[in-house]
């Protein structure tokens, strides 16, 4: 049985191993760098600009990360980071992880709108959810791997 509990600096490198592991299909090599980065200087701080971010937790092994916040502090939340290590794909931990911080995000910030980026290989997953693409940019990430920017509203 899993379990998503949250991030403590522990955690880092089995969150590292989950992101490589989605190298390059869903995740391109220069987002090693910046993830490395998010992990090294995340903090739950209190008041505004709060981060959020989780692990998920399969038989003692950490196998997924994701997290929310409202980064720029304009009331709109931004899912951050939210990932499956490759060997657990299509076991319904994505689902998990995703239903989980939907959940967290509609008791913390009623009503407000969450958004997402991700690549043309991710987006099929979170449009099942009830995130609407708002915008395409060609070879954002790398060339040929496109970002669709995605909103979901709460009601």
């Not at 980071?81 to 009623?110: A, C, Q, S, T, V």
């Amino acid at each position: 049985m899993s379990q998503i509990r949250e991030y403590n600096i522990r955690d880092k490198e089995a969150c590292l191993i989950a992101l490589k592991s989605n190298v390059p299909q869903f995740f391109a090599e220069d987002e090693i760098n910046l993830f490395e980065i998010f992990l090294d200087t995340f903090e739950n701080k209190l008041g505004s600009n709060k981060t959020y971010f989780y692990v998920i937790v399969l038989a003692n092994e950490i196998i997924g990360c994701g997290g929310f916040g409202d980064k720029d502090n304009t009331g709109i939340i931004s899912l951050a980071w939210g990932l499956i290590n490759k060997d657990f794909h299509k076991k319904g931990f994505g689902e998990l992880l995703l239903k989980y911080r939907l959940e967290l995000i509609k008791r913390l910030y009623p009503l407000k709108p969450i958004i997402v980026d991700t690549t043309q290989y991710s987006f099929g997953f979170f449009k099942k959810y009830g995130f609407i693409v708002s915008k395409i940019t060609d070879d954002y990430y790398e060339k040929g791997m496109h970002r669709y920017d995605m909103i979901f509203k709460l009601e």
